[in-house]
């Protein structure tokens, strides 16, 4: 869940989107988190972790068939991490490394192409290769016209982006554009 919005506003692309309801919200922002698990249902699938990200808990029949044009994009959105999960849409999140496990919680993230991706710690707990894999598909992502924020206390991540805004206390102290 999130925070109410208590004063100020969110604005994306000139559009304003403070008072949209979440559920709405959320397809104009995906979110990443530090533990993988925190994006992830590890009981599931990783389809029909997909899935769920795709339809925000609507209820969506995922019978063999019914809709191969969705299970297809979910392939296509995996396959751009590069880390082979494409293959493996049968196959429990909670068996998956935690490189791989980010990894699906990017996919869910951008399942419904949003305009921006917020992403808190999302290689605290990651291992350096997959740390390194995670922050390549990051940048590969805003090269593709996306925005990405990525919060985080690791000048290694910090050194990835186009601007670092370092904040103290709510407060922004320095902005460093490359």
Do not use: W
């Not at 490189?99 to 290689?123: H, K």
Request: glycine share 10%.
């Amino acid at each position: 869940g999130s925070s109410p919005v208590d004063s100020g506003q969110i604005s994306i692309g000139g559009k304003d989107i403070t008072r949209m309801p979440e559920h709405r919200r959320l397809r104009t922002i995906g979110r990443v988190y530090q533990n993988p698990a925190m994006g992830t249902c590890p009981n599931m699938t990783i389809l029909e972790n997909m899935s769920m990200a795709d339809t925000k808990g609507k209820s969506f029949n995922l019978r063999p068939g019914t809709d191969r044009k969705r299970i297809d994009y979910y392939r296509e959105n995996l396959k751009i991490l590069g880390l082979g999960l494409e293959d493996k849409l049968d196959v429990k999140v909670g068996v998956l490394s935690g490189g791989q496990r980010q990894g699906v919680a990017i996919a869910r993230a951008l399942v419904n192409n949003p305009e921006m991706i917020v992403a808190d710690e999302p290689t605290g707990s990651l291992d350096s290769q997959s740390q390194e894999n995670v922050l390549e598909i990051f940048k590969e992502l805003a090269e593709a016209g996306k925005t990405v924020i990525i919060v985080t206390h690791n000048p290694e991540v910090a050194d990835y982006a186009d601007v670092v805004i370092k904040m103290k206390d709510g407060e922004v102290v320095e902005t460093i554009e490359k």
